[in-house]
């Protein structure tokens, strides 16, 4: 997941025991290491973990393994797959090889095209085995769903533990279990693309997940336009999308995953897959324009 | 405060998906009151059929007309508070069985009390609910008026969820107290005042099986002690006490590839006045795009009261020839429609209901005068911040 964690819980505003401090410490601490297991498990950078193992035998007639969770999470990926018309591929990662950022160009056009033949969720193959790459140097990133997951599940330790009043951030992805106080929400800043360390909008968040998927800070020139690091996964080009997309949902997984499909497409195609959600949204367009139905 | 709407068809089909996993069921976060005030206006018409010819000795044929207004809100008070105010008013028009005689023949034909009855009552209900983090708790107080009847009543319930959420126990105990004062029209009633004290109670599990099943069973238990009669039959004389139980269980299977779900529930009702009832429903519940279509279909079988006959008895110390006493089938068709635009939800709903002596899977005699009739409610609901 790579990004900065951080857990807040509103002391006094939790479970009736008297005994608060050391409730909300240890669930806090049992919540810490779900985050710790869930990056062992599914980080693309950790050698030993599952999606290494699996990208590691990519090519070879071995299925690995995997647990009703990770089982979930695929369906899940496969589901945004076929509704975003295959833009969102957990298997495009590969072709971030070829491509410069700085310089707005790929190293070698002649390599991309080799990648592109290692890209494509429905070569994937997954059964009662487990998961299966069948071609050498195919790689699964599901680094699209497991950050949200993670907060997901931060918030569900603390739930269980009695909190009331907490606030789960893992990188842009936030979910707020009750109100700040019993009668105040949550106040939640949404980053400004053009100064990334204030906010452009502010939103009242309780017992619910706001998720930001953005590329202003990994954005670059190509071709003449200021275009998002994100990758097509037909054709390798970077993706002409919007700058941010911020969504609000009962769980971060569902809020953040219509967050990051959205930023897959441009800015209309965005803009209609945020309505079909009928979530609230807000999307920042290149021009720092503010749009959407979050209030 | 930012409202988060239903789930639309593209968020139902992603979060089916992960549904299997503990932390997706019920859900992730605690029990929350509402983020949002909805207002809702709701016109329900009733009319009952009128009665046949062969079924009628005396009176008008036709029955009753319910016109009946429901106005609600419902509010967020601070983080962990919930306040609803709901008014309904019922405009009643008709006749009703006033006793059954005999023909020449000996067939039993209703007497009917004419087409003179109009009453208006008005109700009026205040709720307030808190919630914790794994559960919540109402307490609702009533006052209902009419010409010649008033209640006031009150509820308090409370649902728990454990086993990760996954497992909601309810409990509610209710108590009301009326007053019945009969006004003298065209037909005579022979009390002026009497009380009725009715007090129940209720406990139920919900648990969910699979990410697309959930059961749910409850049992309930309701004692009522006073005037039970009806002022308006003659010779009505019911038991002064009253005890009634009731099973309930329930299922709702979603299937995925439909987004539609299957609602089979089954109710078994007994009661000390020696009648029981069995109750089946089966609906489809559709999800497409931003509608939801409800079409449903109910069952009720009745075995008759102890007392009840079905023409004057002056032997018993009770007797009632009012056909819901009587062993009867009914059978109720609907459908429920549904339209989410933007903060509003436009609501239209028919039902009609037919009973039958010979559709009762209990033995008992029949009564002339039951009832069918139709019941049409359109309503539109508005949510906002």
Same mark, same amino acid.
């Given at each position: 997941m790579g990004g900065p964690a951080s857990i807040t819980v509103n002391p006094g505003?939790?479970?009736?025991?008297?005994n608060n401090g050391t409730i909300a410490e240890a669930a806090i601490s049992t919540a810490a290491a779900r985050l710790a297991e869930l990056e062992r498990k599914y980080s693309r950078f950790d050698p030993y973990s599952l999606i290494s193992q699996i990208n590691a035998r990519a090519g070879s007639e071995i299925f690995t393994p995997i647990d009703v969770e990770m089982r979930s999470l695929i369906s899940l990926a496969d589901q945004l797959w076929r509704e975003t018309e295959g833009l969102?591929?957990?298997?495009?990662?590969?072709?971030?090889?070829? +491509?410069d950022f700085n310089a707005g160009k790929s190293e070698n056009p002649d390599r991309l095209r080799d990648l592109l033949d290692k890209?494509? +969720?429905?070569r994937v193959e997954c059964d009662e085995r487990g998961i299966r790459l069948p071609l050498q140097g195919m790689e699964l990133d599901l680094g699209g769903l497991v950050k949200e997951f993670a907060a997901d599940c931060a918030a569900a330790i603390l739930r269980d533990a009695g909190i009331r009043s907490a606030l789960v951030e893992l990188a842009g992805d936030i979910v707020a279990l009750g109100g700040q106080t019993s009668d105040a929400a949550w106040q939640i800043g949404i980053r400004d693309p053009q100064a990334p360390a204030d906010s452009i909008v502010s939103v009242q968040l309780t017992n619910a997940a706001i998720c930001s998927s953005g590329n202003y800070a990994r954005r670059f020139h190509h071709n003449g336009k200021f275009v998002s690091h994100l990758l097509h996964p037909q054709t390798g080009q970077p993706i002409d999308g919007p700058c941010s997309v911020s969504v609000i949902g009962e769980s971060a997984l569902v809020a953040g995953t219509i967050a990051t499909a959205a930023c897959l497409q441009d800015e209309a195609g965005a803009q209609t897959w945020l309505d079909q959600s009928a979530l609230p949204w807000l999307m920042i367009n290149k021009e720092n324009y503010c749009l959407g139905t979050i209030q | 405060m930012q409202r988060l709407p239903a789930r639309s068809p593209l968020v139902r089909r992603l979060s089916q998906t992960v549904a299997v996993l503990p932390i997706y069921q019920g859900s992730v976060l605690a029990d929350a009151p509402p983020t949002f005030t909805e207002v809702g206006l709701r016109y329900t018409q009733y009319t009952e059929d009128a009665l046949s010819d062969d079924k009628v000795l005396f009176g008008s044929k036709d029955r009753y007309d319910i016109n009946i207004t429901q106005l609600w809100i419902e509010a967020p008070v601070g983080a962990s508070w919930s306040v609803a105010l709901d008014v309904q008013n019922d405009y009643q028009t008709g006749a009703s069985p006033w006793f059954v005689g005999t023909t020449s023949e000996g067939n039993p034909g209703v007497i009917m009390s004419g087409a003179s009855i109009q009453d208006n009552r008005v109700e009026v209900g205040v709720t307030t609910r808190y919630f914790w983090a794994d559960g919540n708790a109402g307490f609702n107080v009533i006052h209902s008026d009419e010409d010649d009847y008033e209640a006031v009543a009150w509820s308090m319930d409370a649902a728990w969820n454990t086993n990760r959420n996954t497992r909601t126990w309810t409990a509610s105990a209710s108590s009301s107290h009326d007053t019945v004062e009969p006004t003298q029209e065209k037909i005579p009633v022979f009390i002026d005042k009497e009380k009725l004290d009715t007090h129940s109670l209720y406990f139920g599990v919900s648990q969910i099986l699979s990410r697309t099943a959930i059961v749910k069973v409850g049992l309930s238990y309701t004692y009522s002690e006073g005037f039970l009669s009806d002022p308006y039959k003659l010779r009505d004389a019911r038991p002064e006490a009253h005890h009634r139980y009731t099973l309930a269980t329930g299922l709702r299977q979603h299937f995925v590839p439909l987004d539609g779900s299957l609602h089979a529930d089954y109710r078994y009702y007994s009661d000390d006045w020696g009648s029981q009832s069995h109750t089946v429903s089966l609906g489809w519940v559709q999800q497409w795009d931003r509608h939801t279509l409800n079409p449903y279909l109910r069952y009720y079988s009745q075995g008759q009261a102890d007392?009840?006959?079905p023409v004057a008895d002056f032997t018993s110390a009770y007797y009632s020839d009012d056909y819901r006493l009587s062993s009867f089938g009914a059978l109720t068709a609907g459908l429920r429609w549904t339209v989410e635009v933007g903060d509003w939800t436009a609501e239209a709903q028919l039902e009609r209901y037919v009973s039958d002596h010979?559709?009762?899977t209990f033995a008992g005699e029949s009564a002339p005068g039951l009832v069918d009739f139709w019941r049409g409610t359109i309503g539109i609901i508005w949510r906002f911040d």
């Open positions: 505003h939790h479970t009736s025991d008297h969102f591929d957990p298997t495009v990662g590969v072709l971030n090889q070829v +491509w890209v494509g +969720w429905d | 007392f009840f006959s010979g559709w009762s």
